[in-house]
């Protein structure tokens, strides 16, 4: 059984910086797509970023794109979102996923089968 925990959430101010990290149990975490979610209230869950297996290839939403890098550390089980440049609209549960898929990347919702209980970022302005 796989299991994932968000650390690093909480509140900052426009502008700061926050790493967010997800430890993973649970066997072979390198051999698999990983990425970051998010929802705000009453909005859907939206997708942040992805990493390929290898920690070579990555991939980012729009609106977070240039403000957040995604990296893993596969001897650690870990995989972070380093997040810079906050803005209130970031304010958001961020949730780390383990997606089915060994190669490339994965974007959609429906590509990933683990998930995180979530970690509250908010950014006052």
């Known amino acids: 059984q796989v299991q994932l925990v968000e650390s690093g959430g909480g509140l900052v101010q426009a502008g700061a910086s926050l790493r967010l990290s997800c430890a993973a149990s649970?066997?072979?975490?390198?051999?698999?797509?990983m990425g970051w979610f998010r929802q705000a209230p009453g909005k859907e869950r939206e997708f942040v970023a992805t990493?390929?297996?290898?920690?070579?290839?990555?991939y980012y939403g729009d609106s977070v794109k240039g403000r957040f890098t995604i990296f893993r550390d596969n001897a650690k089980t870990t995989v972070y979102l380093q997040m810079t440049s906050l803005k209130p609209e970031d304010t958001a549960v961020y949730y780390c996923?383990?997606?089915?898929?060994?190669?490339?990347?994965?974007?959609?919702?429906?590509?990933?089968?683990?998930w995180g209980q979530g970690t509250q970022v908010t950014v006052s302005s």
């Open positions: 649970g066997r072979a975490f390198g051999s698999y797509v």
């Open positions: 996923a383990r997606s089915s898929r060994t190669v490339g990347v994965a974007i959609a919702y429906g590509d990933y089968d683990y």
């Open positions: 990493i390929s297996r290898g920690g070579v290839n990555t």
